[in-house]
C-alpha cells in the first residue's frame, strides 16, 4: 500500500513512482484536458529558440571540424556526421528546457542567467538525442534515419567505397559507436560552456547526470525486451518511460527549473507533467513508425516490423490475437526478409486486435494528464500556455 511519506529525495529530485505514470494497462479513460490555448501560440518565440539551438549547435561543431581536422582529416566525416545528425529536427528537449527555465525563473530568487547563455546550456540536449539515436539504430539494426541512411549504414558504404580491408558492416557499427559516443562527450563540453554561472551550472549537474543515466539503462532495458525480458505491456511502458519519456520532457524542464534556482515544489509538478506526457510522445512514435508517411517522418514504415521492435501496439496485440495471429506475429514480426504482404497483415492485425486504437486512448489520456498538471504547475502565465501548446504539438504530430 502506499504510504503518504514524501520519499527521499536523490539530487533534490522526488523518484519516480507508479503514482506518476499511471497504470501501465492501455485503454484508460479519458481525462478533459483543460481549457487552454489548443494550438502553438508565440511561433515567433518557439522559431527564435529553434535558431538560437541551431546557431549554437553551428559554432560549436565549426570550432569541433577545426580540431578534428587538425588532427587528421580522415576524422573529418566523423564530425560530419555529428552534424547532419544535428540539423533540423523538431528541437524538442530544448525548447521543454528552455520553458522550464522561463516558467521557474520568474518565481526564483536571485536568477541571474541571461537568456542567450540557457539557450546554449539547452541546445547541449540536441547532442545526447544524437548520441541515443545512433546508439539506437545500431542496436535495432535500423537502415535509415531523417531520409538519409543511418550512421553505421552510411560509415559501412564509406568503408567500401574507400576499398578498405575487412568487414564493411563491422567497421559501420564501430564508427557508428564512436560518433555517438562523441555526441554525448560534446553534449558535456556545450553545456559546461554555454556561459551559465557557476551555481546554476552545478545545479543542473544533478538532473543532467540523472538524465543520461536513465536513457543510457532505457537502451539496455529495450536490448533486454527485445529478446524475451520485460514481458507485456507493462514491460513496454518500463522501457518507453527509462528510455524515451524522461530524457525527452521530464529531464529537460527539471534541467530548465535547475538554471533558474526553482525549489522542489516546480520540479515535482515538472515530473508531474513530464512522464504522462514524454510517454506519450513515445507512444505516438511508436504509432508513426508503423502507420506514418515514410515522407514525412523520414523513416520507412516497415523497419520497426522488420527490426522487431517491441512496443506496446506489439504487446496488446499479442494479447487479443487469435492462433493465426499469433503465429504471423512470431513469424513476420523481426523477419529481415519480410515483405510487403507480410508487413501489411501485420498493420491489418494491430487494426483488428485493437491495438492501435488502445494505444490512440493511452496517449490521449497521458496527455490530458499531462496538460492538467501544466495547469496546476506553480509557473508563470506564459509558460503554462506554452508548455501546453507543447503538449499538443508533440502528442498530435505526424513526424
Not at 578534428?68 to 528541437?91: H, I, N, Q, T, Y
Amino acid at each position: 500500500m502506499e504510504t503518504t511519506a514524501a520519499p527521499a529525495r536523490v539530487n533534490g529530485q522526488r523518484p519516480i513512482t507508479a503514482r506518476d505514470t499511471g497504470p501501465v494497462t492501455a485503454g484508460t479513460q479519458h481525462r478533459q484536458p483543460p481549457a487552454l490555448v489548443p494550438a502553438l501560440p508565440g511561433a515567433g518565440d518557439v522559431e527564435r529558440v529553434r535558431a538560437a539551438v541551431a546557431a549554437a549547435l553551428a559554432g560549436f561543431l565549426a570550432e569541433q571540424r577545426q580540431t578534428l581536422s587538425g588532427m587528421d582529416e580522415s576524422l573529418v566525416p566523423v564530425v560530419d556526421e555529428v552534424c547532419a545528425l544535428a540539423e533540423g529536427g523538431k528541437r524538442l528537449r530544448p525548447l521543454f528546457a528552455y520553458w522550464g527555465w522561463r516558467g521557474a525563473a520568474a518565481g526564483a530568487a536571485g536568477v541571474a542567467e541571461a537568456d542567450a547563455d540557457v539557450l546554449r546550456a539547452v541546445a547541449a540536449l540536441e547532442f545526447v538525442h544524437a548520441s541515443a539515436l545512433v546508439h539506437d539504430d545500431v542496436m535495432d539494426g535500423a537502415l535509415t534515419r531523417r531520409n538519409r541512411p543511418a550512421t553505421h549504414i552510411g560509415f559501412a558504404t564509406r568503408h567500401g567505397d574507400a576499398g578498405l580491408h575487412g568487414d564493411a558492416a563491422g567497421f559501420g557499427i564501430g564508427a557508428a559507436i564512436l560518433v555517438g559516443d562523441l555526441a554525448l562527450v560534446w553534449s558535456d563540453e556545450l553545456l559546461r560552456r554555454s556561459g551559465i554561472s557557476a551555481p546554476a551550472l552545478a545545479r543542473a549537474r544533478g538532473v543532467w547526470d540523472t538524465m543520461r543515466t536513465e536513457v543510457t539503462a532505457g537502451q539496455y532495458l529495450d536490448l533486454l525486451r527485445a529478446d524475451g525480458g520485460l514481458p507485456g505491456p507493462g514491460g513496454a511502458l518500463t522501457v518507453a518511460r527509462y528510455k524515451s519519456a524522461g530524457y525527452t520532457v521530464q529531464r529537460p524542464l527539471q534541467l530548465g527549473a535547475a538554471i533558474a534556482g526553482a525549489g522542489p515544489d516546480v520540479s515535482d509538478a515538472y515530473t508531474a507533467i513530464g512522464l504522462p506526457l514524454g510517454e506519450a510522445f513515445q507512444l505516438r512514435d511508436d504509432v508513426l513508425g508503423v502507420f506514418g508517411d515514410p515522407a514525412v517522418t523520414g523513416k520507412s514504415v516497415d523497419d520497426d516490423l522488420r527490426e522487431g521492435k517491441q512496443t506496446l501496439l506489439i504487446a496488446l496485440a499479442e494479447e487479443r490475437a487469435d492462433d493465426a495471429g499469433r503465429r504471423l506475429l512470431a513469424g513476420a514480426l523481426g523477419d529481415p526478409d519480410a515483405g510487403p504482404e507480410q508487413f501489411a497483415a501485420l498493420r491489418t492485425l494491430l487494426e483488428e486486435t485493437g491495438a492501435r486504437s488502445r494505444v490512440e486512448e493511452r496517449i490521449a489520456d497521458r496527455t490530458a494528464v499531462a496538460r492538467t498538471a501544466i495547469a496546476a504547475a506553480p509557473i508563470s502565465d506564459e509558460a503554462r500556455v506554452a508548455l501546453d501548446a507543447l503538449a499538443v504539438a508533440a502528442t498530435s504530430r505526424t513526424a
